[in-house]
């Protein structure tokens, strides 16, 4: 699976801000290395989910809330993932309106298939706590089985 490019940069962001609180949008860019206007987007997101409190003015600057700091990768993910599907068997025009529709759409049974694995995806995401994979933070586990060959 792979996580849109917004969502990305949201979890990210909750990273920048548990190593170092508070940061404005311009050292939040500075921070995760990229462009103000993405990060401004995904900080007011973020404010509107209620993870960050956002202050104006000189001594401004996003900082985490509680509900931040507690934060799962799955929880942010899902929130922010506008994703109908995972594979593109409806194509929307930018009204939302049906441009075109998958032929097979009718007898495939693979939509559903690629919905349960993005939704088992977030479920093993749900465990890891954003603000703890902070450098410095302690270690992050997902409680997944040590691969062979590996220490």
Same mark, same amino acid.
């Given at each position: 699976?792979?996580?849109?490019? +917004?969502?990305? &940069?949201?979890?990210?962001?909750?990273?920048? &801000?548990?190593?170092?609180?508070?940061?404005? *949008?311009?050292? =939040?860019?500075?921070?995760?290395?990229?462009?103000?206007? $993405?990060? *401004?987007?995904?900080?007011?997101?973020?404010? %509107?989910?209620? =993870?960050? %409190?956002? @202050?104006?003015?000189?001594?401004?600057?996003?900082?985490?809330?509680?509900?931040?700091?507690?934060?799962?990768?799955?929880?942010?993910?899902?929130?922010?993932?506008?994703? %109908?599907?995972? #594979? %593109?068997?409806?194509?929307?025009?930018?009204?939302? $309106?049906?441009?075109?529709?998958?032929? &097979?759409?009718?007898?495939?049974? &693979?939509?559903?298939?690629?919905?349960? #694995?993005?939704? #088992? +995806?977030?479920?093993?995401?749900?465990?890891?706590?954003? #603000?703890?994979?902070?450098?410095? @933070?302690?270690?992050? *586990?997902?409680?997944?089985?040590? =691969?062979?060959?590996?220490?």
């Amino acid at each position: 699976m792979k996580i849109t490019a +917004f969502g990305d &940069l949201c979890l990210r962001i909750i990273i920048a &801000l548990a190593q170092r609180e508070p940061q404005t *949008s311009r050292e =939040l860019a500075e921070s995760v290395g990229l462009p103000y206007n $993405h990060v *401004s987007k995904a900080v007011l997101r973020l404010r %509107d989910m209620g =993870l960050l %409190d956002v @202050r104006r003015g000189r001594q401004g600057g996003s900082s985490l809330t509680p509900a931040g700091r507690a934060a799962t990768a799955g929880q942010i993910l899902r929130a922010v993932d506008e994703r %109908d599907d995972v #594979a %593109d068997c409806v194509r929307r025009t930018p009204e939302g $309106h049906p441009a075109q529709v998958c032929p &097979l759409i009718g007898g495939c049974e &693979l939509r559903a298939a690629l919905n349960t #694995a993005r939704e #088992a +995806f977030y479920a093993a995401l749900d465990g890891v706590v954003v #603000a703890d994979t902070a450098a410095g @933070r302690g270690p992050v *586990s997902l409680g997944m089985p040590e =691969l062979p060959g590996r220490a």
